[in-house]
Nanobody, 123 residues
Framework: QVQLVESGGGLVQPGGSVKLSCAASGRTRTIDSMAWFRQPPGKERELVAR???????EYTDSVKGRFTIFRDNAENTVYLQMNNLKPEDTAVYFCNAHGSYGPVERVYQYDIWGQGTQVTVSS
């Protein structure tokens, strides 16, 4: 099992910055990628950014150039640096770990979620 603990978030003014952290523990060697998702009020959860074990990174279009995801493999922690925040970035942000385990002939995949942290962008 993998456990995720998030920190960061809160109330920030438009144009401000916030940094989220997500520390993984447990069977971290089974993790293939870590990501941040968000769920705005009344909307579906959406991918914000993802970083794979090979270092490949993807962002949703609305955050490109403003958000940066980076991973400290030694600390099993993934961060999301959010700059130039906008009111539409207001959401609950969730950390995600996607992994796999088991023999080659029968691989099991999983998704583990953090508890979520609120980010509110408002003046």
């Amino acid at each position: 099992q993998v456990q995720l603990v998030e920190s960061g978030g809160g109330l920030v003014q438009p144009g401000g910055s916030v940094k989220l952290s997500c520390a993984a523990s447990g069977r971290t060697r089974t993790i293939d990628s870590m990501a941040w998702f968000r769920q705005p009020p009344g909307k579906e959860r959406e991918l914000v950014a993802r970083v794979g074990n090979s270092g490949n990174i993807e962002y949703t279009d609305s955050v490109k150039g403003r958000f940066t995801i980076f991973r400290d493999n030694a600390e099993n922690t993934v961060y999301l640096q959010m700059n130039n925040l906008k009111p539409e970035d207001t959401a609950v942000y969730f950390c995600n770990a996607h992994g796999s385990y088991g023999p080659v002939e029968r691989v099991y995949q999983y998704d583990i979620w953090g508890q979520g942290t609120q980010v509110t962008v408002s003046s």
